[in-house]
């Protein structure tokens, strides 16, 4: 089981360290050497030819799993954590203009679908 847990941890810190490089390939100005986070939907997008739109979610969700991956791990299940943790994410990436305002508003409100039931309980109390 030890040994399990040590391939676990290995491969995470794989993983991370990819992610971690991942905005400084893509976000580097080719004539001033400098990185430049803002625009790194843009360049994702030109770099893979995909659509801005898309692009942009792909640098959201790189950032999301450099942060939420360790804090799921080792937070040993605690959703509050990861909960919170994502939403400071998403205020984030809609005050740089990486995602839209209506986002989080969609993601609140499966969040409240999600605790619903839980919220029934606590008020039937």
């Not at 490089?21 to 986070?37: D, M, R, T």
């Not at 770099?47 to 939420?68: E, H, N, R, V, Y």
């Not at 740089?96 to 409100?109: A, M, R, S």
Request: hydrophobic share 60%.
């Amino acid at each position: 089981m030890k040994g399990l847990r040590r391939i676990g941890f290995i491969l995470l810190a794989t993983i991370v360290m990819i992610l971690i490089s991942a905005p400084h390939v893509y976000a580097q100005n080719e004539e001033e050497g400098e990185v430049n986070l803002l625009e790194l939907p843009n360049r994702l997008s030109e770099m893979l030819g995909i659509p801005l739109s898309a692009g942009k979610l792909l640098a959201c969700t790189i950032f999301t799993a450099m942060f939420l991956l360790p804090i799921a791990i080792f937070s040993k299940g605690n959703m509050l954590l990861s909960a919170i943790v994502g939403l400071v994410l998403l205020g984030f990436f809609i005050t740089i203009g990486w995602l839209d305002f209506w986002f989080i508003l969609v993601i609140c409100l499966l969040i409240a679908g999600l605790w619903s039931g839980k919220i029934k309980e606590w008020v039937s109390r």
